[in-house]
T-cell receptor, first 112, second 113 residues
Framework: DAGITQSPRHKVTETGTPVTLRCHQT?????MYWYRQDPGHGLRLIHY???????DKGEVSDGYSVSRSKTEDFLLTLESATSSQTSVYFC???????????FGPGTRLTVT | DAKTTQPTSMDCAEGRAANLPCNHS???????VYWYRQIHSQGPQYIIH???NNETNEMASLIITEDRKSSTLILPHATLRDTAVYYC??????????????FGAGTTVTVRA
């Protein structure tokens, strides 16, 4: 599992509230990613990071921000959650030696 | 990254080989073919990748045609636990400064007893 954990694993929140999802890795990988997965859309990249304090937008970044203050943690924040952000969120890391991407177990977020 | 085309779904019998095709006719010379799968409710799992030579690991074999416009993932002895959505992805590898993946709809593989 490449030492990736996500927290929380499940969350229900109300529209308009801020939400932060955490991805934690134990293997010191440089690259980390946040994806969301919705029925009929597959996985879509939200944001990614290529080092501490180095982040960039993916294809569906509107309404999301990220931070990476240390190598092992990559945080995804919904500043004001909306119902359209109800989804399953996956964190991933890339093993640059082997070019393989490993995914966390996912966080199921419901915005009511 | 080049676009890929996969069948929407396929069935295979337990114990038999499963051959999953993927077309990537616009692939560039420096693009690799990657395969991932996603078992229900879990995060995607890396299976195998290759550039132009055939590859084999403990999970599967990857056969890439000589013109590199298509490939086949082979699960040699499918089990019920191989039931999943399989994604064929083409991306630039080897020294790129990021490793973003673009997932399509994939092929839903159902292994039947």
């Amino acid at each position: 599992d490449a030492g990736i954990t996500q927290s929380p694993r499940h969350k229900v929140t109300e529209t308009g509230t801020p939400v932060t999802l955490r991805c934690h890795q134990t293997e010191n990988h440089r690259y980390m990613y946040w994806y969301r997965q919705d029925p009929g859309h597959g996985l879509r990249l939200i944001h990614y990071s290529y080092g501490v304090k180095d982040t960039d937008k993916g294809e569906v970044s509107d309404g999301y921000s990220v931070s990476r203050s240390k190598t092992e943690d990559f945080l995804l924040t919904l500043e004001s959650a909306t119902s359209s952000q109800t989804s399953v969120y996956f964190c991933a890391i890339t093993s640059s030696q082997r070019q393989e991407q490993y995914f966390g177990p996912g966080t199921r977020l419901t915005v009511t | 990254d080049a676009k890929t085309t996969q069948p929407t779904s396929m069935d295979c019998a337990e114990g038999r080989a499963a051959n999953l095709p993927c077309n990537h006719s616009t692939i560039s010379g420096n693009e690799y073919v990657y395969w991932y799968r996603q078992i229900h409710s879990q995060g995607p799992q890396y299976i195998i990748h290759g550039l132009k030579n055939n590859e084999t690991n403990e999970m599967a074999s990857l056969i890439i045609t000589e013109d590199r416009k298509s490939s086949t993932l082979i699960l040699p002895h499918a089990t019920l636990r191989d039931t999943a959505v399989y994604y064929c992805i083409v991306r630039v590898g080897g020294g790129a400064n990021d490793y973003k993946l673009s997932f399509g709809a994939g092929t839903t593989v159902t292994v039947r007893a």
